[in-house]
């Protein structure tokens, strides 16, 4: 695993964007297919019979979205933190030898203050923002048109932000105030791994439901 970590920090150092597409094709990847998985192992909507096997069609459409707008995660956390930048990523549980309380304690209250920026910005621009894609590409991926893609915006996008409200605020906090920026975007796509599984059902299981509602 050691090995593995050094190897990946070397290429994602070398080439960022080539090697958080790939991080993040393999994810989406996975959370599509736990999301087949655990949706075969679910009463369905309207389906007379069990599925036969995996949708990899369905799966490589994520896998596409996930590559695509992966660059965009990576300039997206350079963005922030060049726009609110901490003076030490670490402050909040190793604080720097020879520094006085109240230095630390000025400095914590620094990264308090542009974590919480970072979040903010985070939260009512950059999610929604990716949500809204992420929807409107899988309609127009499957075949629809931009009146699917639309529908599909409207109907699905603020039930599926007001859920990811109570889980990406924290991991978010942490990935900002603890971790490199190298290792961000991967750090919370690794947790989005989970989260991919619910947007892949969202984006079909939920979106049949409520038009048979």
């Not at 304690?105 to 919480?116: I, L, N, P």
């Not at 950059?126 to 409107?136: D, G, I, S, T």
């Not at 409207?154 to 990406?168: A, D, E, M, Q, V």
């Not at 190298?182 to 619910?198: E, Q």
Request: charged content about 20%.
């Amino acid at each position: 695993m050691a090995t593995f970590f050094r190897f990946w920090t070397r290429q994602a150092e070398a080439r960022p964007f080539v090697t958080v597409a790939a991080t993040e094709a393999c994810l989406s990847a996975c959370g599509d297919l736990i999301a087949q998985t655990i949706g075969k192992h679910l009463p369905t909507h309207n389906k007379t019979e069990p599925a036969k096997g995996y949708d990899l069609w369905r799966t490589s459409r994520f896998v596409m979205f996930a590559m695509c707008v992966s660059p965009l995660g990576v300039k997206w956390h350079r963005f922030l933190d060049r726009r609110f930048p901490i003076r030490s990523q670490m402050t909040w549980f190793k604080s720097k030898p020879r520094v006085s309380r109240a230095k630390r304690r000025s400095e914590q209250k620094h990264t308090a203050r542009q974590v919480g920026k970072r979040l903010a910005c985070d939260v009512m621009i950059y999610e929604p923002a990716m949500y809204a894609l992420f929807f409107a590409s899988m309609a127009i991926m499957e075949g629809g048109g931009w009146e699917d893609a639309k529908y599909r915006v409207n109907t699905l996008l603020l039930p599926t932000y007001l859920t990811g409200l109570t889980i990406s605020p924290i991991i978010q906090s942490i990935n900002f105030a603890f971790v490199p920026l190298i290792y961000r975007v991967p750090f919370g796509s690794s947790f989005d791994l989970f989260w991919d599984s619910y947007l892949s059902w969202v984006n079909n299981e939920k979106l049949a439901m409520i038009e048979d509602q």
